[in-house]
């Protein structure tokens, strides 16, 4: 265990069906009607924020630093796609999943992803001094 109450192997899942809305070429990322990687990508996170932050102290939440992933099969639209997230390390408050996605037929994706656990009032505090 850790100040945040986290710990190696827990999982965090989440699903979400194709639809032109979350296509390649909605998203503009190739000229395809085939389940865009940024959207994969953005479920594969959505996993990982399953996995923890529920479990963080109030006011805490993680936010994403890095992401290295494979999008490695196409998905038509009307297919539900489901990524996993699992936490396989811990440093303070870096936190480092293996995340995977899959549709009803096969694996589509695959790879790492890191987050880091922010104090939400100093994070936003950072994010509005820019503006000024």
Do not use: Q, W
Request: charged content about 30%; glycine content about 8%.
């Amino acid at each position: 265990m850790n100040e945040f109450n986290l710990k190696p192997g827990m999982e965090g899942e989440v699903s979400a069906r194709v639809t032109d809305e979350n296509t390649a070429l909605k998203y503009g990322s190739g000229t395809v009607r085939v389940y865009a990687t940024p959207a994969m990508i953005g479920l594969m996170e959505a996993a990982a924020i399953n996995c923890v932050d529920s479990r963080l102290p109030e006011g805490y939440a993680s936010v994403g630093t890095k992401v290295d992933i494979r999008h490695i099969a196409a998905t038509p639209v009307g297919m539900e796609v489901r990524a996993r997230a699992e936490l396989v390390e811990i440093s303070g408050a870096k936190l480092k999943f293996n995340i995977e996605a899959y549709d009803s037929r096969e694996k589509i994706g695959e790879g790492t992803h890191s987050r880091f656990v922010v104090k939400l009032n100093d994070f936003l505090k950072k994010v509005d001094d820019k503006l000024i």
